[in-house]
């Protein structure tokens, strides 16, 4: 499958614990996107990279969130000091080309007690 | 946010029905997009239709755009149960167009 993987896709976690996030983009796609998506809501962006290069974030990201993508390819987000607001889906995207079609991963589905 | 606006908010048909949703955004915009998303999972890119097209057709989809109007709509015809999703539009703004900025979607329903 050469799609946007995501992993794990379901996280529970206590309030107060770290977790952390995995996003493979399709191979040739440079440009990696991060959404938040709460129920029965539309995805809101986070953070986007062009290659390693974290080039804009959103203002939803607070400092305890934090994001890589190291050599370019697979990226990850941490979240510290987990809220229960915090609880959502988190996708991932990529595209090849700036403002064109992107490619979703099934995402992953955080839960904070 | 800069959210969009949906309408309808949820929509039930017949199969072999026509569906049409209608979205409306804020300000001036590089392309708009559908996308698609079944129960609990990840979006599916549907269709992109650039400010300076008005219409655009993929299979059973169209899609128009009035940029006068900050409005675009899409359309599937002769629908099918496995239509039944969640649309959302999702816009890249001029100036911002690293992301894209989604409404709140339109829940479709299509019964045999």
């Known amino acids: 499958d050469t799609g946007v993987s995501q992993n794990p896709r379901h996280k529970i976690t206590k309030r107060g614990q770290n977790v952390t996030f995995r996003c493979d983009p399709i191979s040739e796609h440079n440009r990696l996107y991060w959404y938040r998506q709460t129920l029965g809501q539309g995805p809101e962006f986070l953070t986007y990279f062009q290659n390693e290069a974290q080039l804009e974030k959103s203002r939803l990201l607070s400092d305890r969130f934090s994001a890589e993508r190291p050599k370019g390819s697979f990226s990850t987000l941490e979240i510290q000091r987990t809220e229960q607001g915090d609880s959502a889906m988190y996708l991932c995207?990529?595209?090849?080309?700036?403002?064109?079609?992107?490619?979703f991963g099934p995402g992953t589905r955080l839960t904070v007690t | 946010s800069q959210q969009g606006e949906e309408d309808p908010q949820a929509l039930s048909i017949q199969e072999g029905e026509n569906a049409t949703m209608n979205c409306s955004y804020k300000?001036?915009?590089?392309?708009l997009q559908w996308y698609r998303q079944n129960s609990g999972r990840g979006l599916v890119h549907l269709i992109l239709?650039?400010?300076?097209?008005r219409e655009k057709h993929s299979g059973r989809l169209r899609v128009t755009l009035d940029t006068s109007k900050k409005s675009s709509s899409l359309l599937i015809t002769a629908s099918r149960a496995a239509d039944t999703a969640s649309y959302f539009c999702a816009t890249a703004y001029t100036g911002t167009a690293s992301k894209l900025t989604f409404g709140t979607g339109t829940r479709l329903q299509v019964t045999l």
């Open positions: 300000t001036s915009i590089n392309n």
């Open positions: 239709i650039r400010s300076n097209e």
């Open positions: 995207a990529s595209s090849l080309v700036l403002g064109a079609e992107q490619y």
